[in-house]
């Protein structure tokens, strides 16, 4: 137990659809990192929010844009859903910038299959 | 691109020690060396981490060449449930860059009875 958790765990949506994917983060934790994972691969860093602001992102589109709310929960929204798409998407929350030593630690993941 | 590099795949036996090696031969001095495992549909795990000294915690010993280009992770007895991928992943922590792990393909490692 991570302390960490996603919703919902599976979801099927249809191609051009959009989606919102969400996930809390262990307590005091103020940054949450979204990564996509897909089948056979290792994850695939989607972006980081560090205290409600965007703060680094990796090489996705724009259809793909993340929420970060005070209590530093946060959301995945993806829309245009493509059949690439269909991935495990895994949040990680850490308590950081600034601070070494500070691992990340990742929630069970949202299993979204794109049809 | 991952900055690290692990082996496919590793078998080892039920209670003996996994060994489990990573170059990262363009690591900076401000770089340092995560582990992480992921179990089957589960998220990624820490395990450890180091920048040049040996560590070690309940899980795993880490081991860092003095030219810091490599390093060791070591299950010192391993369990079927140590089955998994490992992640060898280079981070520089107070850097901006700090947040996003560069996750390679990993080695998946099958402890057998």
């Known amino acids: 137990e991570t302390g960490v958790t996603q919703s919902p765990t599976h979801l099927i949506k249809t191609r051009g659809q959009q989606v919102t994917l969400r996930c809390s983060s262990q307590?005091?934790?103020?940054?949450v990192s979204w990564y996509q994972q897909a089948l056979g691969q290792g994850p695939q860093f989607i972006f980081q929010?560090?205290?409600?602001?965007?703060?680094g992102r990796g090489n996705f589109p724009p259809r793909f844009s993340g929420l970060q709310f005070p209590n530093y929960s946060s959301e995945l929204n993806v829309n245009a859903l493509e059949l690439d798409d269909s991935a495990l998407y895994l949040c990680?929350?850490?308590?950081?910038?600034?601070?070494?030593?500070?691992?990340?630690?990742f929630g069970q993941g949202t299993r979204l299959t794109v049809v | 691109d991952a900055k690290t590099t692990q082996p496919t795949s590793m078998d080892c036996a039920e209670g003996r020690a996994a060994n489990l090696p990573c170059n990262h031969s363009?690591?900076?001095?401000?770089?340092?060396v995560y582990w992480y495992r992921q179990i089957h549909s589960q998220g990624p795990q820490y395990i450890i981490h180091g920048l040049k000294n040996n560590e070690t915690n309940e899980m795993a010993s880490l081991i860092i060449t003095e030219d810091r280009k490599s390093s060791t992770l070591i299950l010192p007895h391993a369990t079927l449930r140590d089955t998994a991928v490992y992640y060898c992943i280079v981070r520089a922590p107070l850097t901006d860059s700090w947040g996003k792990l560069q996750f390679g393909a990993g080695t998946q490692v099958v402890v057998t009875p």
């Open positions: 929010y560090y205290r409600e602001e965007e703060n």
């Open positions: 363009t690591i900076s001095g401000n770089e340092y």
């Open positions: 307590s005091g934790h103020n940054t």
């Open positions: 990680a929350s850490s308590l950081g910038r600034g601070l070494r030593n500070t691992e990340a630690f």
